[in-house]
């Protein structure tokens, strides 16, 4: 028996192609792909390594558990990450003075200079992406992203 053909489908099945989620999920992979040949081959860094650096990049300083909600990432992702910073002498850990239990990530000088080569580097594949939209395109792409996420969190909050 042959498999059945999108055009054998009943009328209202699921077209996996044509489906947004999985649209995206496939976008999103081949992006994060890309920009992943330029941290893991040159810097030899893991995704969640990478996530974890440029959090803290943006905002200073923050707890384990504030950068894998930053970063969307879970707490074990986190965790492996901010290990194989800190061995790379990139993070240092220091005891938050308000809560014994928590440590406070912050980037060290060679995780700062670190980031100093590599971000315009995956700027650069950003960029290209880009490229292939003008100006009111990306601005349409950007408006819709933001209003996806909010549906989509709406969507999680019912359950």
């Known amino acids: 028996m042959s498999p059945k ?6 009328a209202g099945a699921l077209k996996l192609q044509d ?17 992943a040949q330029v941290y ?11 996530r974890v650096l440029a959090a803290l990049a943006e905002t200073g300083s923050m707890k384990s558990r504030d950068a894998a909600l930053y ?11 901010v290990a194989g910073l800190e061995r790379s002498g990139l993070i240092a850990r220091e005891e938050d003075a308000g809560d014994r239990r928590n440590r406070i990530l912050s980037l060290t000088p060679a ?5 100093r080569k590599l971000t315009p580097m995956v700027q650069a594949r950003e960029a290209f ?19 996806l996420l ?3 969190r709406q969507l999680e909050r019912q359950g």
């Open 5 to 10: 053909l999108p055009s054998d489908s009943p």
């Open 19 to 35: 489906f947004l989620p999985y649209r995206l999920a496939v976008l999103a992979e081949s992006v994060s792909r890309s920009i």
């Open 40 to 50: 893991a081959e040159r810097f030899a860094l893991s995704r969640d390594e990478w």
């Open 71 to 81: 970063a969307t990432l879970d707490k074990m992702q986190v965790s492996r990450a």
């Open 111 to 115: 995780g700062r200079a670190l980031l």
């Open 129 to 147: 992406l880009l490229e292939a939209l003008d100006a009111d395109e990306a601005a349409v792409l950007d408006r819709a992203i933001d209003r």
């Open 150 to 152: 909010e549906r989509s």
